[in-house]
């Protein structure tokens, strides 16, 4: 099966600066998914990359996907307090309509 | 905000008896999922739904069991809660045509915890 790696499992920064979260993936990435979820809430849809080389932003967040790699990663750039949260990246399984997740990274921003 | 509400949000049962968490929404779309949340584990599949009566399962299915009768309803029933049901349970629905990756849009999330 499918397994989702992300590193860091929690980070720490300060207001201001810049971070990357990475996912990496042991097969062949179809679709990845970024999601970011508030303590003891919902996941929220960040993005979606589908092909090799892709770069998308929303706002400060920017995600690319490295298919050759079988790797994603998600910057923030001048992290704000908002961005606090656990980030968790999804990828299609290449069966049925199903994702597989990573377990997250927990990001902190302190003042 | 995709139409996608859970209920309850909240719930304490005690081991052995039936629980039935409730996903509804407003969005037509044809593929529903059941996940459960643990602090390790991530996001975990137990079920999921292609269309009305048509459900199958995911990597943690044993001990639950699922029904949707409606586009818009998907249930989660487990048939006699043990401790280690005691989970953050997310519904999920996805715009997803046959055997296609799509997005998904999650729910708020239910805190079942079984004593």
């Known amino acids: 099966s499918q397994e989702l790696e992300q590193s860091p499992q929690s980070l720490i920064v300060q207001e201001g600066k810049n971070l990357t979260i990475n996912c990496t993936s042991s097969k062949t990435l179809y679709g990845l998914y970024w999601y970011k979820q508030k303590y003891g809430e919902g996941l929220i849809f960040l993005m979606m990359?589908?092909?090799?080389?892709e770069e998308k932003s929303h706002e400060k967040i920017t995600a690319k996907l490295d298919e050759k790699k079988q790797q994603s990663s998600l910057h923030i750039t001048a992290s704000q307090p908002s961005h606090a949260g656990i980030y968790l990246c999804g990828a299609g399984t290449g069966t049925a309509s199903k994702l597989t997740f990573g377990t997250g990274t927990r990001l902190q921003v302190t003042l | 905000d995709a139409g996608i509400t859970q209920s309850p949000r909240h719930k304490v049962t005690e081991t052995g008896t039936p629980v039935t968490l409730r996903c509804h929404q407003t969005e037509n779309h044809r593929y529903m999922y059941w996940y459960r949340q643990d602090p390790g584990h991530g996001l975990r599949l137990i079920h999921y739904?292609?269309?009305?009566?048509?459900?199958d399962k995911g990597e943690v299915s044993d001990g639950y069991s699922v029904s949707r009768s409606k586009t818009e309803d998907f249930l989660l029933t487990l048939e006699s809660a043990t401790s280690s049901q005691t989970s953050v349970y997310f519904c999920a629905i996805s715009p997803a045509l046959a055997g296609v990756v799509d997005t998904q849009y999650f729910g708020p999330g239910t805190r079942l915890t079984v004593l």
């Open positions: 739904s292609y269309g009305v009566k048509d459900t």
């Open positions: 990359l589908q092909k090799g080389g």
